[in-house]
């Protein structure tokens, strides 16, 4: 049974605490009087996180959770402040008594510490990284997030559904698209309404143009921290073609607002962008392949095994890399497009960039078989309370969202984004390799800070 989230909410007289696992939702009560209840981390070591954002957010504790370290609250967030508790109102916060966060770390002769961020060299987003090192290996890693918390999810309470459509398409711009189907599989569900055939197709290539453009970039960067920028030439300016495409059809570079009732645009831009794309991935595949010295820095590097992958809940890319064949578009509906689910074995650098390359040609198949000959339109005429779910598989893996509606309005609102899970696992495909290897291993797997951060 595989944990995809665990996040709590509030209700009259009490907390709820809901696990959601591939087979099955559990709900837990807990008194708000004693907010404690038992731990998920000795089978599900990526509840650890989940866990420690509840206590900071709620002030639940968790029985038998080792790690009870702050993890939103940063070194002078006030102790006693709660955010995502109903009482707490939209106010200036004092800083509280600054108290040294305790990294773990490995102890022993010669063995000292390697701080990197959260302020880095590019033009990256803010994560801090501590590597315990014994000369060049690496012994451990801890990835410590959150400083693009935006507390997005108390952003969006209290809000009509459609008035919070601007927030989801920016909390993740490597994933606009997806957060967006996310969400109008939810006003579908909650409006009673199934969606039309024409909106399944048309969202399909926009998606798989999203997840084009964020292999495309991947396919440069990757190359490039190993050494071979001519990589990085070659596949910026695709990506930025692709960018432009999607900006020509929806008009927006990042797709932020493409999603929508109706989508009445002229496709004819991406299947000719497509078309052109095939043969320069082609192309891209057989030079990259014939040049050992990079598939020299890329093999056995960054392992992260099968065992390690399925016991975090590893998703995406990531796990397809080391042979978990997990990927939410593995139904019917996709498969009558063409979809192949892409699975390598190893889990190392090598693999995780030759599945990318794998998945573009994939993409380009099911845009090929999507029909936009129909313009139907979604009416939604009014949404009913109660608890929706829904499950989008982004460019970085599959993507969770939650909404409850109460009284016409979001009385919660919850994302499992996939970086939120492969970032627990991260630090597990390290520890064969020198520090010089990390940033090409941390690009390989190419996670979102602020999809984390929320």
């Given at each position: 049974?595989?944990?995809?989230?665990?996040?709590?909410?509030?209700?009259?007289?009490?907390?709820?605490?809901?696990?959601?696992?591939?087979?099955?939702?559990?709900?837990?009560?807990?008194?708000?009087?004693?907010?404690?209840?038992?731990?998920?981390?000795?089978?599900?070591?990526?509840?650890?996180?989940?866990?420690?954002?509840?206590?900071?957010?709620?002030?639940?504790?968790?029985?038998?959770?080792?790690?009870?370290?702050?993890?939103?609250?940063?070194?002078?967030?006030?102790?006693?402040?709660?955010?995502?508790?109903?009482?707490?109102?939209?106010?200036?916060?004092?800083?509280?008594?600054?108290?040294?966060?305790?990294?773990?770390?490995?102890?022993?002769?010669?063995?000292?510490?390697?701080?990197?961020?959260?302020?880095?060299?590019?033009?990256?987003?803010?994560?801090?990284?501590?590597?315990?090192?014994?000369?060049?290996?690496?012994?451990?890693?801890?990835?410590?997030?959150?400083?693009?918390?935006?507390?997005?999810?108390?952003?969006?309470?209290?809000?009509?559904?459609?008035?919070?459509?601007?927030?989801?398409?920016?909390?993740?711009?490597?994933?606009?698209?997806?957060?967006?189907?996310?969400?109008?599989?939810?006003?579908?569900?909650?409006?009673?309404?199934?969606?039309?055939?024409?909106?399944?197709?048309?969202?399909?290539?926009?998606?798989?143009?999203?997840?084009?453009?964020?292999?495309?970039?991947?396919?440069?960067?990757?190359?490039?921290?190993?050494?071979?920028?001519?990589?990085?030439?070659?596949?910026?300016?695709?990506?930025?073609?692709?960018?432009?495409?999607?900006?020509?059809?929806?008009?927006?570079?990042?797709?932020?607002?493409?999603?929508?009732?109706?989508?009445?645009?002229?496709?004819?831009?991406?299947?000719?962008?497509?078309?052109?794309?095939?043969?320069?991935?082609?192309?891209?595949?057989?030079?990259?392949?014939?040049?050992?010295?990079?598939?020299?820095?890329?093999?056995?590097?960054?392992?992260?095994?099968?065992?390690?992958?399925?016991?975090?809940?590893?998703?995406?890319?990531?796990?397809?890399?080391?042979?978990?064949?997990?990927?939410?578009?593995?139904?019917?509906?996709?498969?009558?497009?063409?979809?192949?689910?892409?699975?390598?074995?190893?889990?190392?650098?090598?693999?995780?960039?030759?599945?990318?390359?794998?998945?573009?040609?994939?993409?380009?198949?099911?845009?090929?078989?999507?029909?936009?000959?129909?313009?139907?339109?979604?009416?939604?005429?009014?949404?009913n309370d109660g608890e929706f779910h829904s499950f989008v598989e982004?460019?970085?893996?599959?993507?969770?969202?939650?909404?409850?509606?109460?009284?016409?309005?979001?009385?919660?609102?919850?994302?499992?984004?996939?970086?939120?899970?492969?970032?627990?696992?991260?630090?597990?495909?390290?520890?064969?390799?020198?520090?010089?290897?990390?940033?090409?291993?941390?690009?390989?797997?190419?996670?979102?800070?602020?999809?984390?951060?929320?």
């Open positions: 049974m595989r944990l995809i989230a665990r996040f709590a909410q509030e209700n009259e007289n009490n907390f709820e605490i809901i696990d959601v696992f591939d087979i099955e939702i559990k709900k837990t009560k807990i008194d708000k009087n004693n907010p404690v209840t038992s731990t998920l981390t000795n089978k599900y070591p990526a509840a650890i996180w989940m866990e420690r954002k509840i206590r900071d957010e709620f002030g639940i504790n968790f029985e038998g959770c080792v790690d009870t370290r702050p993890l939103v609250k940063h070194e002078r967030f006030p102790k006693n402040i709660y955010p995502m508790r109903k009482n707490f109102q939209k106010i200036d916060i004092e800083f509280g008594e600054f108290e040294p966060y305790e990294y773990e770390e490995v102890k022993g002769e010669g063995v000292f510490y390697v701080p990197v961020g959260p302020i880095h060299a590019g033009i990256i987003e803010p994560g801090h990284f501590q590597f315990s090192q014994a000369g060049e290996d690496m012994l451990h890693l801890e990835v410590r997030h959150f400083y693009k918390y935006r507390s997005i999810e108390k952003m969006c309470e209290n809000k009509k559904p459609l008035e919070i459509k601007k927030i989801i398409e920016r909390i993740s711009g490597n994933e606009s698209i997806a957060y967006q189907i996310a969400f109008f599989n939810i006003l579908a569900k909650s409006a009673g309404i199934e969606l039309n055939e024409s909106f399944k197709n048309k969202s399909a290539i926009l998606l798989e143009m999203e997840r084009i453009i964020h292999h495309l970039t991947d396919l440069g960067f990757i190359p490039n921290d190993a050494g071979f920028a001519p990589a990085l030439a070659f596949m910026s300016r695709l990506s930025e073609d692709a960018r432009r495409t999607l900006a020509k059809v929806t008009g927006h570079r990042f797709g932020f607002g493409a999603i929508n009732e109706e989508m009445k645009y002229d496709f004819s831009e991406i299947f000719k962008f497509i078309n052109y794309l095939e043969e320069k991935i082609n192309f891209f595949e057989n030079w990259i392949i014939d040049i050992p010295s990079l598939w020299d820095r890329f093999d056995t590097t960054g392992g992260l095994s099968h065992e390690k992958a399925q016991r975090y809940g590893v998703v995406g890319v990531a796990a397809r890399s080391s042979g978990v064949a997990i990927d939410t578009r593995n139904n019917q509906w996709y498969k009558n497009r063409g979809f192949e689910i892409q699975v390598r074995q190893k889990g190392e650098v090598s693999d995780r960039f030759l599945l990318r390359i794998a998945e573009i040609k994939n993409s380009i198949q099911i845009i090929r078989n999507c029909k936009t000959d129909s313009n139907e339109k979604i009416e939604f005429k009014e949404f982004s460019s970085i893996g599959e993507l969770f969202m939650y909404i409850k509606l109460k009284d016409g309005v979001i009385d919660r609102f919850y994302v499992r984004d996939p970086s939120h899970i492969n970032w627990q696992a991260f630090h597990t495909a390290i520890y064969k390799d020198i520090i010089a290897d990390f940033p090409l291993i941390n690009k390989s797997f190419d996670l979102s800070y602020a999809g984390n951060d929320l």
